[in-house]
């Protein structure tokens, strides 16, 4: 088995133990805590734009939840 | 206690109070990606310097030592417009300096050795502009977008949709995400160097997303991002630099959130497999820490330290010492971010809300190396990066 196989691997196990958690059904009030903006997927939108940014100019890679934006001479 | 302290502190609380419920609408909106519009306007600025280490002067053979320097100056403000609908606009200005790897070639005992761009290095600006919609319906929200960034030598225009739907009791979100892009470049100096004058390129990129709140102190969500690429994909800039017209790139990726009611700090952990026609693959891992301090301080203060494992495969064209007797056609680059590597980061950010103003400092320090690489490196570059970053930034709420 090679490396990224193992990888893949073990990211199916993580995600199916996620799913098998993912049952509990969680009212509106109960929402307290993952509303909270600490929680939230990109707490601090300037910064996340500025690292994709960085990270995608110096590594071959891109790719997120969001399409990507406009380009620039720095790939 | 006096009546004015007492007053004092009441109307602080109560001005957290009324913060924390905005907050609560703005961060159900990004936890869920469908929910309610904003309730206030908010003016955010950040500046950032950008700084890659110096090369030394064993590793050059010609140019400069330094490389580049970068500042960078953004801008947000969203506001809402009416009850179900708000406008966003962005802008961005970045002054850069320094110099780029220009060819490599082999050293005396046949090792490669960089050579960096000239003696003057190389001065640029960018500046970006983008302004976009939201549009809230009770499950779902649209956004449009549209926006253009320009360079001395190099202009992009974009436009990005996106569409989320809440189902599920609004525990889970599906998202789709399309941009386009369509950039032109037009090399300086280009008859001095007998570069090509003028090129252009489409890419075109769609997201499609699921997110889903686990319990009560947890969510998971996970993407899948297709980005095809047409047109001149080379840097013109390179002696030796051919690179295939097409190209695309496959990325899905995996975030979890989870908060500790005890620790009053929440962790988020991503995780990003790629995989492009270019023959690179990569890994990329972060985890950072959302600490809360108002405990122990009279304001809300929450320190996030961060860290990052990134690791790529190397291009199938990747050649690390330039090869200038080979078919001038035939895809070849020794470009540094084509080649298999590994890079650590970390990093700390501190955020201090007082009442309408969010102040947040911070910094980080990325280091690339061969021996960090979990994919065979068979070619090691020697133009790998080495950067810290520092940056202030304020968000005001009115």
């Given at each position: 088995m090679t490396l990224i196989q193992k990888h893949i691997l073990g990211l199916l196990v993580l995600l199916s133990t996620l799913n098998?958690?993912?049952?509990?059904?969680?009212?509106?009030?109960?929402?307290?805590?993952?509303?909270?903006?600490?929680?939230?997927?990109?707490?601090?939108?300037?910064?996340?734009?500025?690292?994709?940014?960085?990270?995608?100019?110096?590594?071959?890679?891109?790719?997120?939840?969001?399409?990507?934006?406009?380009?620039c001479g720095c790939n | 206690m006096s009546k004015r302290s007492v007053h004092?502190?009441?109307?602080?609380?109560?001005?957290?109070?009324?913060?924390?419920?905005?907050?609560?609408?703005?961060?159900?909106?990004?936890?869920?990606?469908?929910?309610?519009?904003?309730?206030?306007?908010?003016?955010?600025?950040?500046?950032?310097?950008?700084?890659?280490?110096?090369?030394l002067s064993n590793e050059v053979l010609f140019g400069e030592l330094s490389r580049y320097d970068i500042d960078v100056h953004q801008f947000q403000l969203v506001t809402p417009v009416t009850r179900n609908s708000s406008l966003q606009v962005n802008g961005s200005y970045d002054s850069l300096s320094g110099a780029s790897p220009w060819f490599t070639s082999a050293n005396s005992e046949g090792e490669p050795i960089v050579n960096l761009s000239g003696a003057s290095g190389i001065y640029d600006t960018r500046r970006e502009l983008s302004i976009g919609g939201s549009y809230y319906l009770e499950n779902e929200t649209v956004n449009l977008s549209i926006g253009r960034s320009a360079e001395n030598d190099y202009n992009a225009a974009f436009i990005n949709f996106g569409f989320t739907h809440q189902l599920n009791n609004r525990l889970t979100t599906i998202g789709v995400n399309t941009s386009i892009s369509n950039d032109e470049i037009f090399p300086t100096d280009a008859e001095k160097f007998n570069r090509i004058k003028s090129a252009s390129k489409r890419s075109v990129s769609t997201a499609l997303s699921i997110s889903h709140i686990i319990?009560?102190?947890?969510?998971?969500?996970?993407?899948?991002?297709?980005?095809?690429?047409?047109?001149?994909?080379?840097?013109?800039?390179?002696?030796?630099?051919?690179?295939?017209?097409?190209?695309?790139?496959?990325?899905?990726?995996?975030s979890f959130r989870i908060f500790f009611e005890k620790m009053d700090a929440a962790l988020h952990s991503n995780y990003?497999?790629?995989?492009?026609?270019?023959?690179?693959?990569?890994?990329?891992?972060?985890?950072?820490?959302?600490?809360?301090?108002?405990?122990?301080?009279?304001?809300?203060?929450?320190?996030?330290?961060?860290?990052?494992?990134?690791?790529?495969?190397?291009?199938?064209?990747?050649?690390?010492?330039?090869?200038?007797?080979?078919?001038?056609?035939?895809?070849q680059s020794s470009d540094y971010r084509l080649a298999a590597f590994g890079a650590i980061s970390a990093g700390i950010n501190f955020i201090a809300d007082l009442n309408n103003l969010r102040i947040t400092a911070g910094g980080e320090r990325d280091q690339a190396k061969s021996k960090y690489s979990a994919y065979n490196v068979s070619r090691p570059s020697t133009a790998l990066v080495r950067f810290s970053r520092i940056s202030i930034g304020f968000d005001f709420s009115y």
């Open positions: 098998l958690t993912a049952c509990v059904e969680v009212r509106a009030w109960e929402k307290g805590y993952l509303a909270k903006e600490e929680m939230a997927w990109n707490p601090d939108i300037l910064e996340d734009a500025l690292a994709k940014h960085i990270f995608f100019s110096k590594e071959a890679s891109s790719g997120s939840s969001s399409a990507a934006g406009g380009g | 004092n502190k009441i109307k602080k609380r109560y001005s957290r109070s009324i913060l924390a419920l905005s907050g609560t609408a703005l961060t159900l909106s990004s936890m869920s990606y469908a929910d309610a519009p904003p309730t206030q306007s908010t003016v955010s600025i950040k500046s950032t310097n950008y700084q890659e280490d110096d090369l319990n009560r102190f947890s969510a998971y969500q996970t993407a899948i991002s297709v980005t095809n690429q047409k047109g001149f994909l080379s840097d013109p800039y390179k002696l030796r630099d051919v690179r295939p017209n097409s190209k695309s790139q496959y990325a899905w990726t995996n990003r497999l790629y995989h492009d026609d270019f023959g690179i693959g990569s890994h990329t891992v972060d985890f950072s820490w959302h600490q809360n301090l108002s405990t122990y301080i009279p304001f809300d203060l929450r320190f996030v330290p961060s860290i990052r494992y990134y690791t790529q495969s190397s291009a199938n064209f990747f050649t690390n010492i330039d090869d200038f007797s080979s078919d001038p056609l035939a895809p």
